[in-house]
C-alpha cells in the first residue's frame, strides 16, 4: 500500500540502525492494525424509507496513548481507505509529542443533499453500534471530511445517553459541552504555522507575508488555512471543490472567509456559487480536491513549471508519490500532510488534557501550545530530515520521527 510503501522506503536507512527493531517484528505488527470494527448503521429518511451505511472503526495502534483519530462521511469511504488513514494517523499522533495512538473510522454515508433532520438520525443509528468501542481512555474520535461540530455534537450526545457518562469521548465538541477554543481553526492554522518554520528555516527573512498562496479544498481545513494565510499578509488566489476552483485575484476579505463556513454549511458540496456571490472572483469547473491522491506527477511539474517554490499538503496523502518525487527533484519546499496537518489532532489532544482537568484554557492558550507543538513537528523534521546537501526532506524526517517513538514504546510494551 502507497501509506505503507512511503513509510518504509524512507525509514529503512535508520530502521536497519536497529536490528532489536527487525527482531522484534515490529513492521509486521504495525502494518496490520490492532483490530477493525465493521458494522452496519440502520437509519430512516425524511421520506420514511430505511437506508442502509456501513460503519467502521479502524483501531490502529495503542503503543503510545488511547487510539485518537477522525470519523468521515463520504460516500468513497470504505476499509481500506480507512487503513491506510490509521496507519497514518499512529505516526502523525507520535509526531504531535502527545499520548494519543492512531485510529480512524468513518461510514459510506453521504451527508450530501441531507437534511438537518436525516444527519441526527444517521449519526445517532451510527453510535449505537461505536459507542461500544470507545471511550475517553479507550479511543476517541473526532471530526474528519463530512463531519464537524454538528455531527460531532449529535455523536457525543447518543453516546453519553447510551453510556449516562459524560466524558471526554470526542474532540470536536461544542465550545459548550467540553469543546476547546481554537479546534475548528487548529487544522489550517497549525499548518501555516508549519508553513512559516518552513520559510523561517530555509531563509531567515523569508515569510509568508506578500506571498501568493493558492488552496486546494473550501471546507474547515482550508478556511483555517485561508483565515491564518490572510491574516499573515499572504493573498489567497484560489480554492476549490469537488465542481471545480475558484480563482480569486484579489485575494480574501472577512466577507468571503465567512462565506467559504457558509457554502461549507449547506452540505451541497460546491464552491461554484462563491463566484456567484463575489464577483471579482471566477469559477473554472472541472479538477477536484483535496482528497488522498489529488495531486499527480503531471500537477506537481505544471506547478513547477508555473514557478512554484513551496508545497505543504495539508490533506492526508494528497500527493501521489510521482509528485512528491518531482518536488523533491525539483528541490523544492515540501512537507507532507503528516507533519503539516498534524495541528488538528494536537489541538485534539489539547481538548482530551482540559477535559480530564475538567477545566478549558483560553484561546491565547491553546494557540500558544499549538504554536509550541508546530514548531516541535517542525524540528523533528529538521533533525531527521536533513541530507548532506543541505535539503530537508521532510517526508522522510517526519516518516522516522514520528516511527522512533512508537518503535520504542511498541518494543518496551512486549510482544503483546
Ligand atoms: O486527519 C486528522 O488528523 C483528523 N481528522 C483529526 C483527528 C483528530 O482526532 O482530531
Redesign the pocket.
Known amino acids: 500500500h502507497q501509506a505503507v510503501e512511503e513509510v518504509l522506503s524512507t525509514i529503512e536507512e535508520e530502521y536497519n540502525k536497529h536490528p532489536e527493531f527487525e527482531k522484534a517484528n515490529l513492521i509486521e505488527r504495525l502494518c496490520i492494525p490492532d483490530r477493525v470494527y465493521q458494522f452496519r448503521v440502520t437509519w430512516m429518511d425524511d421520506k420514511g424509507q430505511i437506508q442502509t451505511n456501513m460503519g467502521y472503526r479502524v483501531q490502529h495502534n495503542n503503543v503510545i496513548g488511547p487510539y485518537?483519530?477522525?470519523i468521515?462521511f463520504h460516500s468513497s469511504v470504505n476499509l481500506s481507505i480507512l487503513k491506510f488513514?490509521a496507519f497514518?494517523?499512529t505516526f502523525?499522533n507520535s509526531l504531535t509529542t502527545l499520548p494519543?495512538g492512531g485510529g480512524?473510522g468513518g461510514s459510506d454515508f453521504s451527508p450530501r443533499g441531507k437534511s438537518d433532520a436525516e444527519i441526527m438520525r444517521f449519526c445517532q443509528a451510527f453510535m449505537l453500534e461505536l459507542n461500544r468501542h470507545i471511550g475517553p481512555d479507550t479511543d476517541?474520535?473526532?471530526?474528519?471530511i463530512g463531519v464537524g461540530g454538528r455531527e460531532v455534537g449529535y455523536m457525543f450526545g447518543m453516546y453519553k445517553k447510551l453510556t449516562h457518562e459524560f466524558s471526554g469521548v470526542f474532540?470536536?465538541k461544542g465550545l459548550e459541552f467540553g469543546g476547546s477554543l481554537i479546534r475548528p481553526e487548529a487544522?489550517g492554522f497549525g499548518a501555516v504555522y508549519f508553513l512559516q518554520h518552513m520559510l523561517h528555516n530555509h531563509q531567515a527573512d523569508l515569510d509568508i507575508k506578500g506571498k501568493t498562496v493558492a488552496v486546494s479544498g473550501f471546507g474547515n481545513v482550508s478556511w483555517g488555512a485561508c483565515v491564518k494565510a490572510t491574516e499573515l499578509g499572504a493573498k489567497v488566489v484560489a480554492i476549490s471543490g469537488p465542481d471545480g476552483v475558484i480563482y480569486n485575484p484579489n485575494g480574501m476579505t472577512k466577507e468571503k472567509l465567512d462565506y467559504m463556513l457558509e457554502l461549507r454549511a449547506t452540505c451541497n458540496d460546491v464552491v461554484a456559487p462563491f463566484a456567484e456571490k463575489f464577483p471579482d472572483a471566477t469559477f473554472i469547473p472541472g479538477k477536484t480536491c483535496a482528497f488522498q491522491n489529488e495531486m499527480s506527477k503531471e500537477d506537481a511539474e505544471e506547478l513547477i513549471a508555473n514557478g512554484t517554490w513551496c508545497c505543504v499538503e495539508v490533506s492526508?496523502m494528497g500527493c501521489q508519490p510521482g509528485a512528491i518525487e518531482a518536488f523533491q527533484k525539483a528541490r523544492i519546499l515540501f512537507a507532507p500532510g503528516k507533519a503539516v496537518?498534524?495541528g488538528?489532532?494536537a489541538?485534539?489532544g489539547l481538548e482530551m488534557t482540559q477535559n480530564a482537568m475538567h477545566l478549558s484554557w483560553t484561546a491565547k492558550e491553546v494557540d500558544e501550545k499549538l504554536h509550541g507543538i508546530m514548531d516541535a513537528i517542525h524540528a523533528s523534521c529538521v533533525k531527521y530530515g536533513t541530507q548532506e546537501d543541505g535539503y530537508i526532506n521532510y517526508v522522510k524526517g517526519a516518516n522516522i520521527a514520528g516511527f522512533m517513538k512508537v518503535a520504542e514504546a511498541m518494543l518496551a510494551q512486549g510482544i503483546i
Open positions: 485518537k483519530g477522525g468521515r488513514l497514518e494517523q502523525k494519543m480512524k476517541v474520535p473526532a471530526g474528519d474532540t470536536g487544522t492526508n496537518n498534524a488538528g489532532v489541538t485534539s
